[in-house]
Structures are given as C-alpha cells and as structure tokens.
C-alpha cells in the first residue's frame, strides 16, 4: 500500500508562489504516474496536473498552464507543484494522488487508488 504525504501548503497572498511537496512511501511509487487535485468548500475535486512514472510528460488543467510547473524529484518518487501567480480563487485542499496508468483518464479523481491527506493553499486577495 502506497502512503502519499503533501507538504507545503500555507496561506499567501494573490500572485505570490507556492511550491507544493510529495513523498511517496515505496520506492516502488517511481512505477506510478503522480497528480495534484484540489477540492473547495462545496466543489467537486478538480484536476490540476498529472506527471507520467518517467517524468517526461505532463499535462495541465486549462486553468494552470503557463502558471503551474509539475515535476518529479530526483528519486522520482515524490512529485513537486510549482505554482505561481496565485488567485484567490484557487484557494483549496490539494491533493496529491497516485495511479499505474498515465492515460487520457488522468484527469479523473477516480482513476486513482491511492491519494494523500491533503494540504491546505490560502490565497488572499
């Protein structure tokens, strides 16, 4: 059973960065594609960002790119959110999450069995 821990989330002001942290338990989690989500009060959970078990490819929510940076650490079993130009409506629990498949369904919170506990991103206007 693979453990996801986030760190780094914290309250910032609008367009300040942020740069979010997970580990994975198992070293084995370098065969797993890795994701961020984030959830609101009230809201479903949304995607943000996936990277595939190489590190070589990535994909964004429309609502991110150009903003947000995804990338892998260098035991590749961890996963890293760079995100800049932060809005207050971005205010949320993130989520890292963790899947065998990197596929055209990354983008969905169901096409994940393991997930972390979450960590919070406060950004005031």
């Known amino acids: 059973q693979v453990q996801l821990t986030e760190s780094g989330g914290g309250l910032v002001q609008a367009g300040d960065s942020l740069r979010l942290s997970c580990a994975a338990s198992?070293?084995?989690?370098?065969?797993?594609?890795m994701s961020w989500f984030r959830q609101s009060p009230g809201k479903e959970r949304e995607f943000v960002a996936v990277v595939s078990q190489s590190g070589l490819n990535t994909k964004y929510a429309d609502s991110v790119k150009g903003r947000f940076t995804i990338s892998r650490g260098s035991a590749r079993n961890s996963v890293h959110l760079q995100m800049d130009s932060l809005k207050p409506e971005e205010t949320a629990v993130y989520y890292c999450?963790?899947?065998?498949?990197?596929?055209?369904?990354?983008?969905?919170?169901?096409?994940?069995?393991?997930w972390g506990q979450g960590t919070q991103v406060t950004v005031s206007s």
């Open positions: 198992e070293p084995t989690a370098v065969k797993l594609a």
């Open positions: 999450a963790a899947s065998t498949l990197y596929s055209s369904s990354s983008n969905l919170p169901a096409s994940y069995p393991y």
